[in-house]
């Protein structure tokens, strides 16, 4: 009885036992870029009837105080962390009025992402990885046609897809190797649940501004750590 007492005291020291939420919020220092009108979209004879006004481009999305949507944290380093890709919903992406929906997006290794259309018209699937271990697939998709399926295997930021039809038309994949991971919302804002109490490293990654770094501590009640990234 001794010996199964001690073994059971080696395991439960290597496995955290409690797991809390880690919050926070991103925010944009200065100024950014303005957007620009996507003007080729309106004068494009198929496109152009789809669309209600003239969209602009969306790569700094922030609010009246400086939250940053769009940003993507990831906790690094979590114990026995690993992919649930492949036992999670799909990511859903639609091609509506020739802009993909959602511009930015975040998926585990494994998972599915379903690409729709919405349009009446000729698109075309292209994703360039540059992740060895990560395919490139390019799939036509005619209106009304199934969705297309694709997943990659190996990590990476901002792993992109387009359309070669409507050179306008791309979208970024965050890819990462486990489930602890957040997209900031329009108010900048992250919640990352059951992350094990421990002292990680958590990277900030905007695909425009750029990348921070910060040291987070998470007690079994969880925590919370906010950053900010410079308008480039």
């Not at 940003?71 to 859903?92: E, F, Y």
């Amino acid at each position: 009885m001794k010996q199964i007492i001690t073994l059971i005291a080696v395991v439960g020291a290597a496995i955290p036992l409690f797991a809390g939420d880690f919050t926070g919020t991103v925010t944009l220092k200065g100024t950014p870029p303005a957007e620009k009108e996507i003007t080729p979209l309106k004068d494009d004879p198929s496109c152009g009837k789809l669309a209600t006004e003239v969209p602009k481009t969306t790569h700094y999305v922030v609010g009246a105080k400086g939250e940053l949507a769009n940003t993507v944290v990831i906790v690094k380093g979590v114990p026995g962390a690993k992919s649930t890709g492949a036992s999670v919903a799909p990511v859903v992406v639609d091609q509506k009025a020739c802009i993909y929906h959602p511009h930015i997006f975040v998926v585990q290794t494994g998972q599915k992402i379903n690409v729709k259309t919405s349009d009446p018209v000729l698109h075309n699937v292209h994703t360039t990885p540059t992740v060895e271990g990560n395919k490139e697939s390019n799939m036509a998709q005619m209106a009304n046609a199934p969705d297309l399926t694709i997943s990659f295997d190996k990590s990476e930021n901002f792993l992109r897809f387009k359309c070669d039809v409507h050179p306008w038309m791309f979208a970024y994949a965050c890819v990462v190797d486990h489930p602890y991971y957040a997209l900031t919302g329009a108010d900048g804002t992250f919640k990352i649940s059951g992350l094990p109490a421990g002292k990680y490293t958590v990277e900030v990654s905007h695909r425009k501004a750029g990348t921070v770094t910060q040291q987070v501590e998470i007690t079994d009640a969880g925590g919370k750590a906010d950053f900010a990234l410079e308008a480039k």
